[in-house]
């Protein structure tokens, strides 16, 4: 069989009908015999190609509303048979079973079902049964059988046949490695919807997922391969977004578009526009105001050298006056929720820039999970979706902090979220003035933020640093006072952090001592 496999009967049953006309008139005119169920059946009779019913193959009708119609031994016989086994083609002999030659099948809509707004029991309905069989069963006996779960792959096989009247062995062993990788991941878009329906499930199996849908150039690094899946779940974000124009998206790009769009989902457009700058996948510049272009021009402000080169996102329709104003430094990618006519027109003067439109807001509060690969496995952990409970909140001062420190502060612990530990943000009137991030102890964030307010400050030709009369924001608590007094010393007023250490009341003291306000969440956001 090392030449591949002759082709003269095929088993076809499509959910997905593109493609499908034509195909079967190919294989009709190849003289291949087409077997078929249900729907697929009535549509290649529609178009006049002559097709035998499975039921007259299995002796056998449709049962149980079409869940049982090929899961019987004449149609996995025929699939399973090895044709160079002699036993296994006197055993199909005597039992009057043919074999199939070519498996062409797609599964019930399954993953397109759970992003609609559809009953647990419609769900339920949509998951395939006799399909994933079908393609296992051939998928194994792969050096008898081709089997086609992608109609991308259709023209390949038809090529094939026409050239030679073969599928060849390399091809097979192809389609049965995209087979069963397309049943691995049907079936992980099952348990994980699953999951979600099952409070408390069972989490002893896990599995991951996903389609391509671009490959990359390369990773972070050019030496490292790379592409990028859709998990099936249709979050609104860089999976979702049309690219109106540009380059083509890198890894990097991915990686930081992402983490941008999903900083700047925190926030209600109802309320405020806000812009986020990213760069490595770190905020370099966040703002929140009644005015799209002044936020993005108070989230520049904060670290004008690091947005070189950076990403920007906005939780609202990118406005003309905020493309002018992003002409004129360089930028890798712009995304947004929508994107208005007069600033396509704007943006498209820059051929290069990608500009990514999602059609909504990432849903920040939806349950997800995160996975990191480690040697040998896996680490799995839902996303960190929480936000303040500012009912929770708790004063632990003895000056307590003003309306204004008080927005300011939640702001500041918002973006904190978003930037890697240990992570320091000052704020000042909806914007960040400084961000520390990424380094291996709180002190050194806290300085690092300082020291870029004070870089900014001159940049923006100001004699005092931006973090003067600010508030600072801490992903997780103060171990030391030595990271407090140096926020401090950069001139905060107030100060938001999760609390819990052992030496809370060190702390505590030096913020009174300081005349700062102080105020504990009780909740840490670690962001390794």
């Known amino acids: 069989m090392s030449g591949g496999i ?8 499509v959910s997905d009908k593109e493609g499908l006309e034509d195909l079967a008139k190919e294989l009709s005119s190849l003289d291949i015999d087409i077997l078929s169920t249900g729907g697929t059946k009535n549509f290649i009779e529609g178009i006049g190609i002559n097709v035998t019913d499975v039921s007259s193959v299995t002796g056998f009708p449709e049962i149980l509303d079409g869940r049982v119609k090929t899961l019987h031994p004449n149609i996995h016989g025929g699939l399973l048979g090895i044709k160079t086994n002699k036993d296994h083609m006197e055993t199909l002999k005597s039992n009057s079973i043919n ?7 797609n599964l019930y809509p399954f993953e397109d079902t759970i992003k609609k707004d559809v009953s647990f029991e419609e769900c339920i309905e ?18 008898s059988v081709a089997v086609v779960v992608d109609k991308d792959d259709y023209g390949l096989i038809i090529e094939e046949l026409k050239k030679d009247g073969k599928v060849l062995e390399k091809t097979l062993k192809n389609l049965a490695l995209k087979a069963y990788s397309r049943t691995a991941a049907y079936d992980s878009a099952i348990s994980n919807w699953m999951n979600k329906q099952v409070k408390d499930g069972d989490q002893t199996f896990k599995s991951f997922g996903g389609k391509k849908i671009q490959s990359l150039r390369y990773g972070e690094n050019p030496h490292q391969e790379a592409a990028f899946y859709t998990d099936g779940t249709n979050r609104s974000g860089v999976i979702t977004a049309e690219q109106i124009q540009g380059k ?10 992402d983490a941008a769009f999903e900083l700047v989902s925190e926030f209600d457009p109802n309320k405020n526009h806000a812009v986020a700058i990213i760069k490595h996948a770190n905020p370099c510049g966040v703002a929140i105001n009644s005015n799209q272009a002044e936020a993005y021009k108070e989230a520049l402000k904060c670290d004008s050298t690091s ?17 002018e104003l992003i002409t004129e430094i360089f930028t890798e990618v712009i995304i947004a929720p929508s994107v208005s006519d007069e600033a396509k027109n704007i943006i498209s003067k820059k051929k290069n820039l990608r500009l990514l439109s999602t059609g909504g ?10 996975m990191k690969t480690v040697t040998g496995g896996f680490l799995v952990q839902t996303n960190d979706n929480t936000v303040i409970n500012k009912k929770e909140v708790k004063v632990v001062s003895k000056r307590k902090p003003t309306d204004q420190e008080l927005e300011d502060l939640y702001f500041a612990f918002t973006v904190a979220k978003h930037v890697k530990s240990n992570a320091i943000v000052y704020a000042k009137n909806g914007a960040t003035v400084g961000i520390g991030a990424g380094q291996m102890n709180r002190l050194d964030s806290s300085r690092i933020a300082a020291r870029k307010s004070e870089d900014a400050a001159s940049a923006a030709g100001e004699s005092n640093p931006l973090a003067v009369d600010s508030v600072v924001a801490s992903d997780a608590f103060f171990p030391f006072a030595d990271g407090l007094i140096a926020a401090a010393e950069a001139g905060v007023t107030a100060i938001i952090q999760p609390g ?8 505590i003291q030096a913020a009174d001592d300081a005349g700062l306000a102080m105020i504990f969440t009780g909740l840490r956001h670690f962001n390794h």
């Open 6 to 13: 002759e082709v003269k009967r095929a088993l076809i049953s």
């Open 126 to 143: 949509n998951i395939d049964i006799g399909g994933p069989a079908m393609i296992r069963a051939a998928a194994k006996n792969h050096n």
């Open 361 to 370: 807001l990432s849903d920040t509060s939806e349950i997800s999970y995160v």
């Open 99 to 105: 074999t199939i030659d070519l498996l062409i099948v």
């Open 500 to 507: 819990g250490s052992i030496r809370d009341e060190e702390v």
């Open 307 to 323: 947005a070189f080169g950076g990403i920007i996102s906005f939780n609202s329709e990118l406005q003309k006056e905020t493309a």
């Open 248 to 257: 083509e998206l890198s890894y990097n790009n991915i990686n930081d578009t």
